[in-house]
Structure formats: structure tokens, C-alpha cells
């Protein structure tokens, strides 16, 4: 029995494995046309419940979708009433990880065939690179996986009237909650409902279950799979709170839906044209139950995302609230929320700007900007020092340089706002008023970067000609030295502001996610 249950724990960590190794290479893979795609396709609940569902399938992993997700909403790009229909689509896409394990493993046992599927996927990932080396990595942990399933029906053999249905609790009311119990403790463990299916559906094909007690823990892995999320929310931004407990609600509600209809569709789930055995029937209600939560909840999108809103309040959060480190994994979604600190960060220093050089003169913005906008940078800096993306993947790697940049511009700009008596100057020159109110009417309106640009051009322009004048004015003695140098020194702010605002505004469009 030892040695039965001891291969038995490692099937189940060549299965763990296989399917982190598979998901992280398959996200890696198709990271950039999912997340357009999400971003496309969730106009509605509906296109997002489709989107989300397509998507966990391509990536087998409803936790990256769920992240992405998270991102695209603290970046602003998505409402959360979309994101919530990306979250129900996400739930019904991981229930094909069953049907693979059962149409696939169980049926064709390819555990022995897998073996030399891994020997080539070791040999594409040593010797290959780029998108070669990552579809060995997604080959490699198919062959795991099936491995690991392999291993795991085998130890079952050794186990067979050892494990019984009777060791579980009864299949009353009450012992069928306990079992949604066990179901939650056994995802919590194993950290993948993937696996945890597999599990129930190996020791359901060897008899140490019974149906009723396989879909009441089943019911309890789809809730346990949220509670990860509902943990690791806790201190990060709203955004990532809201997503977290609107899952765990929804899982909550299909689990209450679910609970009560298993006697009266464990029949119906015997009698398809799929199959009679237990194990299609087990898949087959965790796809009915998820789909039949995601029926319920999907009219009822615009409510339900009020509700959890009203459930997690906003706090007032600091300009850097978005960059939440646990998008870190994501280089995307790590991007979109450095996208949205980069834009808070300039509207800030663009008000407060326009403030002290429009007609009002008023400073006070200014005065305080520094204390709110340096811990912000000092923030925004680290994070994107913190993220990494691949480099043969020119289009993210040109997204993360274009968001350097606009940090070294943001960072150059604050600089130059703290010269308050560079405005002073030019507040007594009568022909820098004019390109001095220019700048500011532009700084409170949200212009697109060429237009930024050409405004810069001609305030370069006009400087030029007002610094030759100026000098000229002070050799012919109209004009004593000790005002030539404040002067000039104006002129040369405004040049710089002016194109620092255009810079930044050009390389937060370059960073937009396409």
C-alpha cells in the first residue's frame, strides 16, 4: 500500500507540473493575441463570457485570464461589468481540462506513448529557441501530464479495496457538505482544480468514490479555486479586490445552484450519447453546473457588478495605487497598470503646470505636487524595473521601452516644475505671456501627441527669436546683464516644458495597449 500510495503522490506532481510547465508556456505563446482579444471582444457580457471561455481554453489556465482580466480593469481598459463576463467565460473554459483527461487520458491512455513525446520536447526546448523552445516547454507538459495520469490509474490498481466509497462521508445532506469541504481543502492543497480533477476522476473510475460524492467535491474545487485569489487580493488595489470577491460570489451562487440538483440530474447525465459511465457524467455535470451558473448571472451583470462595487469601496489611493505586484508574472497586465500610473502621474503635473502659468497664477498646485507625484515616480520606477519581457517579443519590448521613456520625461518634467521662479520671469515678459498661456490652455486639455508636438515647435521657434532679441537688446544697453540671464533661462524653460509635455504624451500613445 505504501508503494501504491507514494506513486500515487507523484502522479499527482508530474500532473501539478505538467500543467504549470504547459500553461506558462502556452500564456508565453499566445500572451500577445489573447490579450488583444480581450481587449476586443468584451464590449458586452456576453462577447466577454465567450472571449474569457475561448481564452482559459487556448492558455488552460483560468487564473492568467483572470489576471490579464484584473489588469486590463485597473488600467481603465475594460469596466468591471465586462471583466465580470471574462471571469464567467474563464469558468466555463476550465472545465475542458476535464474532458482532455478523460477523452484523452483515460480513454486512449496515451501515459506510455507520452514518453517519447517527452524526449522530443526535451530536445525542442535544449536546442530551440524562441516560440521552438516554448512549444517543446507545451509538449513537455502535455507528456507530464499524461505521465503523471498514468501513474496515478496505476497506484489505483494497488489501492483497489483499500480506498473506499465508505471511508468518505455518507451520501446524505449533510456528508455531501462535508464532501464540498473536502473538495475546497483538497484545491487549497493542490492549488490546481485541474488536478484535482483528474484526482476525482481517477479514484472515480477505480470505484474508491461514488458519482454523488465525486460532483460534491467537484462543487467544492470550484469554490476552493477562488479562495486563492480572495487571499492574495487582500492589500492590493480595488480593482484586483472586486475581481477577486465577485468570483468567489459567483462560484458561491453556482454552488448553491449546483448543491440541490444533483440527484435529479445524475439520470439525465448517465443517459447521453456521450457515454454512461460515471466519469463522462462527472465532466458533464461540472460543464452543466458552470454553464447553467453562468446562465443565471449573465442578465444580471449590471446588477451583480453594482453590488460588489458597493461591497468593496474606493478608498482615496496614492497616484502608483495600480501597480500591484502580484501582476508582476503578466508582463502585459503589469504594463497596462504602469500604462495608467504613467497617465495619472502626467494629468497631475499637467494641471498643476497650466494652474501656474495660465491666467489665474495660481501655485498652490505646484507647491504640493512634488510630495504627491515623487513617491509615485519612486514607485513607478522600481515596478517597471521589475518587469521582464522576453526579447524576441518585439512588439511588448517596444511597449516597455516606449513606458521608460515617458518615465524619464515624467521624471524630467517634475524637475523643471519645481523652477518656480522660471514662471515668475515670465510672467513680466509681455511677449512670453502669449506662448506661456498657450502652453497652459494645452496642458488642460487632453491633445493627442502631434498636435503636443507642433505646439512645442513653435514655442522653440518663438523663443529662438526672443533670445536673439533679448541679446541684442542688452548689447545695445536697453536692457541691464544682471535681467539677461533670468531672461534667457525662462525662454529655455518654456522650451523644455513644452517639449517634455509633447514626449510624454508621445510615448504614453506608443504604450497603449493595442
Do not use: C
Request: charged share 15%; no cysteine.
Amino acid at each position: 500500500m505504501n508503494q501504491a500510495l507514494l506513486q500515487f503522490l507523484g502522479g499527482i506532481g508530474l500532473f501539478l507540473f505538467g500543467m504549470e510547465v504547459m500553461t506558462v508556456s502556452l500564456r508565453e505563446i499566445a500572451s500577445g493575441s489573447l490579450r488583444r482579444m480581450l481587449a476586443r471582444f468584451t464590449e458586452t457580457p456576453l462577447k466577454g463570457t465567450i472571449t474569457g471561455a475561448a481564452a482559459t481554453v487556448v492558455v488552460q489556465s483560468s487564473t492568467a485570464i483572470t489576471l490579464t482580466t484584473i489588469g486590463f480593469v485597473g488600467a481603465g481598459l475594460i469596466g468591471f461589468s465586462q471583466a465580470l463576463g471574462v471571469l464567467f467565460g474563464a469558468n466555463i473554459g476550465t472545465t475542458v481540462t476535464g474532458w482532455i483527461v478523460m477523452l484523452v487520458g483515460f480513454k486512449l491512455k496515451l501515459g506510455l506513448a507520452a514518453l517519447p513525446g517527452l524526449f522530443v520536447a526535451s530536445l525542442m526546448a535544449v536546442l530551440g529557441n524562441g516560440r521552438i523552445e516554448r512549444a517543446g516547454r507545451v509538449l513537455a507538459g502535455l507528456s507530464l501530464l499524461f505521465i503523471g495520469l498514468d501513474m496515478m490509474q496505476g497506484a489505483m490498481v494497488g489501492l483497489e479495496g483499500r480506498l473506499t466509497p465508505d471511508m468518505l462521508p455518507g451520501d446524505g445532506w449533510l456528508g455531501r457538505l462535508a464532501l464540498v469541504g473536502i473538495g475546497i481543502v483538497l484545491v487549497t492543497l493542490t492549488q490546481s482544480s485541474s488536478a484535482g480533477t483528474a484526482m476525482i476522476l481517477v479514484m472515480l473510475g477505480s470505484g474508491a468514490v461514488t458519482f454523488a460524492q465525486g460532483a460534491a467535491m467537484m462543487i467544492g474545487m470550484n469554490i476552493g479555486t477562488t479562495l486563492t485569489a480572495v487571499v492574495a487580493a487582500i492589500g492590493g488595489g480595488r480593482a484586483m479586490r472586486m475581481t477577486a470577491l465577485a468570483n468567489l460570489l459567483f462560484n458561491l451562487g453556482t454552488a448553491l445552484l449546483a448543491f440541490p440538483l444533483l440527484d435529479a440530474a445524475a439520470p439525465l447525465l448517465h443517459g447521453t450519447a456521450l457515454g454512461r459511465d460515471d466519469q463522462t457524467a462527472l465532466v458533464l455535470f461540472h460543464t452543466g453546473f458552470n454553464l447553467l451558473g453562468t446562465l443565471v448571472f449573465l442578465p444580471l451583470t449590471s446588477r451583480f457588478a453594482a453590488f460588489v462595487e458597493w461591497l468593496v469601496p474606493e478608498r482615496r489611493v496614492a497616484l502608483a495605487a495600480p501597480l500591484d505586484p502580484r501582476l508582476l508574472p503578466d508582463e502585459g497586465a503589469a504594463m497596462d497598470a504602469a500604462q495608467a500610473v504613467v497617465q495619472a502621474i502626467a494629468r497631475a503635473v499637467f494641471a498643476a503646470l497650466a494652474s501656474a502659468l495660465g491666467p489665474a497664477r495660481d501655485f498652490r498646485g505646484l507647491s504640493t505636487l512634488g510630495a504627491q507625484v515623487q513617491p509615485a515616480l519612486a514607485e513607478l520606477e522600481d515596478y517597471l524595473a521589475r518587469i521582464r519581457v522576453p526579447p524576441d517579443r518585439k512588439t511588448d519590448l517596444a511597449r516597455y521601452s516606449a513606458l521608460l521613456h515617458a518615465f524619464d520625461h515624467l521624471s524630467r518634467l517634475l524637475a523643471r516644475s519645481g523652477e518656480h521662479n522660471r514662471i515668475a520671469t515670465l510672467t513680466v515678459d509681455h511677449q512670453l505671456l502669449r506662448p506661456g498661456a498657450a502652453l497652459a490652455a494645452s496642458l488642460i486639455r487632453d491633445l493627442p501627441a502631434d498636435r503636443r508636438e507642433r505646439l512645442a515647435v513653435l514655442i522653440t521657434n518663438r523663443a529662438k527669436r526672443h533670445r536673439r532679441g533679448v541679446l541684442l537688446r542688452e548689447h545695445a544697453g536697453l536692457i541691464p546683464v544682471s535681467d539677461l540671464f533670468p531672461l534667457t533661462d525662462a525662454i529655455r524653460w518654456l522650451e523644455r516644458v513644452a517639449h517634455h509635455a509633447a514626449r510624454v504624451t508621445l510615448y504614453a500613445e506608443k504604450a497603449l495597449h493595442k
